[in-house]
């Protein structure tokens, strides 16, 4: 168990492309991570569309509790919007399907016939993006198993589900489903009428710090773990627990990237802005830990890279990376969070194809690619991060990047120089600390969030980035992307 003074905590961090779980030993000056097990997720192409492996992320879960070793908490973030159905014996209904599965094309068009964008907008200050919950359950009206379902579990609610028997819905993720009125932190149910979907089928709310029941039995049994032990709800959204781990000094003025297959820019307020100039500029207002709200903008982020290297059947980033060091800055650059890049499939193509719209030239070897993806996702950070101080009316001096992308030294490099401030990189296991945190300061760590963040500032290695290069090229290159996002009317 832990030293005197500490406690120990396990964080199940789920990805869109992997899945880990971490230890977390946590005193008063301590903050000690370490990764028990990590396991792919590898979504499944089925002839129905596509699918999550939700079994073998259940199993990857259950070994790496066992490889934590005993613990005084555990607690579950994942990726948002998607969901389980279970029927009214409690057992799953099919696999989930994937937020990139094709399920929606054209639904978002038939909410809007009966919510135009702009009532949609207001009543949830929640960004457009297609795989919106909301869309998914429109989608899915009239289907067997929607319509033999009794409880809509999201991803990480149904793993703690399947740990304890108890089941629950955490705010920051429910936030995502479009469903929330981020104002009162509860469900919009004229809304939600109006469309016909059954909020009965959500289980009832929780909030980060919320005990959220107990290992079964037969898990502690499988897990080797001594009970009890204690499931702990925290920013069960990744992003939500990445915010709460930004390891921001008191009263500094900061914007965040939160970097991994995507990367979710933008502000920690006190509350929404769900003007028409937000949602004009697709700007998201989520709910995060102690009441905040995670003003941001979606970004396709590294996944266009992942997909190249699936593409070009590589598994190592650093040679690429060295290539794309070596080549000019912004001699290609694409709209990184235009919709096109969200499927998978032919990423160098489509990236490709995208620079030949602009009229610019066209990148061919990987690491001509590696590089136009790299300068384009800067672009969109600066963008990003420019238009929400505009929007918010407030001026950041820094920029916090975490998770995975903190790792990458150009990309940081790169961010710092298109935005024009200092960049502070780190940590890289954003989530799975903000989900530790969440967890000690329920189990008697004391201090509220800032003082959180500090201890993460304290503890964890971070690089800063200062800004380099030449302001106007950006501009130029900025003026070159601009005008490609397409949002409703």
Known sequence: ???????????????????????????????HLTEAHRFPNRPVHLPEGLRWDILGLYGGVLDGLRAAGPVDSLGID??????????????????????????????????????????????????????????????AQGTPQ??????LLLIPDLIAYWLTGEQGTELTNASTTQLIDTRTGDWNRPL???????????????????????????VQERTGLPGPVPVTAVGSHDTASAVAAVPARRRERFAYLCTGTWSLAGLELDAPVATGASRAANFTNELGIDGTVRFLRNIMGLWLLQECMRTWELTDVTPLLADAARLPALRYVVDAAAPEFLAPGDMPGRIAAA?????????????????????????????????????????????????????????????????????VAGPAEAAALGNVLVQARAHGLPG???????????????????????????????RRTEGARRLPA
């Open 1 to 31: 168990m832990s030293a005197a003074g500490t406690k120990t905590f396990a964080a199940v961090d789920l990805g869109a492309s992997s899945g880990r779980v971490m230890a977390g030993r946590v005193g008063p000056d301590t903050l």
């Open 78 to 139: 994942s990726w948002a919007v998607d969901y389980g159905l279970l029927a009214a014996d409690g057992s799953l209904l099919g696999n989930p399907v994937h937020y990139r599965d094709r399920r929606t094309e054209g639904v978002p068009e038939q909410v809007w016939a009966t919510v135009p964008p702009d009532d949609l907008y207001r009543a949830t200050g929640i960004q457009y993006a297609p795989f919106n919950t909301l869309y998914q359950l429109v989608a």
């Open 146 to 151: 929607l319509s033999s379902a009794r409880r």
């Open 192 to 218: 939600a009428d109006r469309l016909g979907i059954d909020l009965a089928l959500f289980a009832p709310l929780r909030r980060p710090g919320d005990p959220a029941g107990t290992l079964l039995p037969a």
């Open 355 to 423: 620079c030949r719209a602009t009229g610019g030239p066209v990148p061919d070897s990987p690491g001509e690619i590696t590089r136009c993806v790299l300068d384009s996702l800067a672009l969109a950070h600066r963008r990003a991060i420019r238009e929400a101080q505009h929007l918010a009316d407030r001026e950041v001096d820094v920029v916090h990047l975490v998770g995975g992308g903190s790792r990458n030294a150009l990309l940081c490099q790169l961010t710092a120089d298109a935005c024009g401030v200092p960049v």
């Open 448 to 478: 509220d969030l800032a003082a959180t963040r500090e201890l993460i500032a304290r503890t964890q290695p971070l690089t800063r980035y200062e800004p380099s290069g030449d302001p106007t090229a950006w501009e130029a290159a900025a």
